[in-house]
């Protein structure tokens, strides 16, 4: 499975309650269903119909011979079958036209799973950027409070200005400020993992998830994806089927111009006594054929037909626009995934020389070189960096499942 190369236990367990309980994923499956049945009750329409029944009454009849009134009882059982001979293969194509939406919404199910579980890794993975986000910025908040005592104090000693002072506080506050928007960003997204997994909001404090110390990232991005891969995407194999039933709709309201052809046939068992219902002496049957042509309509054939053709012209043009649609978000997706992966590197270089010139500082420090301000304020960098390693790392996981989503989970 391709969501095995990130090698997460956690993630593997949302995926698969994603797919269990999401109800989006319900929802296409029983559409799938839906259309399937629509399939075969189509098909009842071509094969010969036939309708049974069960009738009894008493009638009064008018004396003959005699002044009484005379009365008659009796029991019917008919049986009635009709046939639409299907010379010109209406019925067929109906059928075939019917199949195809089947298979479109066999399409469109797959389109579902790949954005539900692409959706939860993305999810997933934000959250996991968030814990760590929050983890270094409590720290720098940590260390923003400790610059702002510090500055508080020599301003007591008039060291340091009012004015930078003030800058200090603002740079605390403003630390905690963003401290508390990544919390609640955190939130949403715990809350959005908990309905793609069908669980309720309630049970977010229950969820684990991985360590971003603990991720063993992968650089799984290709250096190309073949022009194939579109026609593996599941709204291109949708359009291209959508296409091929409105040519076959097209010609289903050609052929409403055709005759239709029809045979009949009766069978009647009547008696007066049940147990002489089914004898050849009570029996009617009758067998009859027909050819009905409509000759007025007020022109509804004729619109049906444009109706059709329109609907044709417009399933190509879809068609097309998936196919322009999908080159772009493979494209877009493969060269972003590129470029995050080149700013990781970049950032990651940043992150060792910042980590070597923080040691020199703290050698500074030791000597007396430099005040324990100085100290804070160079740890701030570094921290501010490692936050940045930490998302542009986050970044790279998740474009990778974006281009697993634009390509129909093959590259």
């Known amino acids: 499975m391709w969501w095995e190369n990130f090698d997460d236990p956690y993630l593997m367990e949302y995926i698969n309650k994603a797919m269990d309980h999401n109800y989006d994923l319900k929802i296409a499956t029983l559409t799938v269903d839906e259309y399937y049945q629509s ?20 009638a009064g009849l008018p004396p003959i011979l005699s002044t009484d009134r005379d009365t008659a009882h009796g029991m019917g059982i008919p049986f009635i079958a009709s046939y639409e001979a299907d010379i010109f293969l209406k019925n067929h194509d109906k059928t075939t036209s019917a199949k195809k939406t089947f298979q479109a919404s066999i399409s469109d199910e797959r389109a579902t799973y790949i954005s539900i579980i692409s959706s939860v890794g993305v999810v997933y993975y934000n959250i996991v950027r968030l814990d760590k986000t929050i983890s270094l910025q409590e720290e720098i908040v940590n260390l923003r409070k400790n610059i702002y005592e510090l500055m508080a104090l020599s301003n007591e000693h008039g060291v340091t200005s009012t004015s930078d002072m ?7 506050i403003a630390g905690q400020t963003d401290l508390i928007d990544l919390k609640r960003q955190r939130i949403e997204l715990l809350n959005q993992l908990a309905v793609l997994i069908g669980e309720s909001p309630e049970n977010i404090k229950e969820f684990q998830r991985i360590s971003y110390d603990e991720i063993k990232y992968k650089n799984i991005i ?19 089927v959508m ?24 069978a009647l068992f009547n008696s007066k006594y049940l147990g002489s219902v089914f004898t050849t002496n009570n029996s009617l049957w009758g067998v009859s054929g027909s050819a009905m042509l409509p000759l007025f309509t007020g022109g509804a054939r004729i619109a049906n037909l444009k109706i059709n053709k329109v609907r044709f012209e417009k399933a190509l043009r879809e068609y097309q626009k998936v196919n322009l649609t999908a080159i772009q978000e493979v494209n877009d997706a493969l060269y972003t995934a590129r470029l995050d992966n080149q700013k990781l590197l970049q950032n990651k270089h940043h992150l ?15 000597q007396g070189t430099i005040s324990k301000l100085d100290l804070f304020q160079m740890e701030e960098n570094l921290l ?6 930490a998302s542009n790392t986050l970044d790279c996981m998740i474009d990778s499942i974006s281009l697993y989503r634009v390509t129909g989970t093959k590259y």
């Open 384 to 389: 501010s960096i490692r936050k940045l390693v």
């Open 166 to 172: 003030i800058k200090a506080n603002k740079s605390y």
């Open 243 to 266: 296409l091929k039933k409105a040519g076959i709709d097209v010609r289903i309201a050609k052929k409403e111009f055709l005759p239709t052809i029809s045979i009949s046939g009766l």
């Open 222 to 240: 290709p250096e190309s994806v073949s022009s194939e891969i579109i026609a593996q995407r599941p709204d291109y194999i949708r359009a291209e």
């Open 352 to 366: 060792e020389l910042e980590t070597t010139d923080f040691g020199l500082t703290q050698k500074k420090y030791e």
């Open 39 to 58: 399939v075969k009750y189509q098909m009842a329409n071509e094969m010969p119909q036939v309708q049974g029944g069960y009738g009894a009454g008493v």
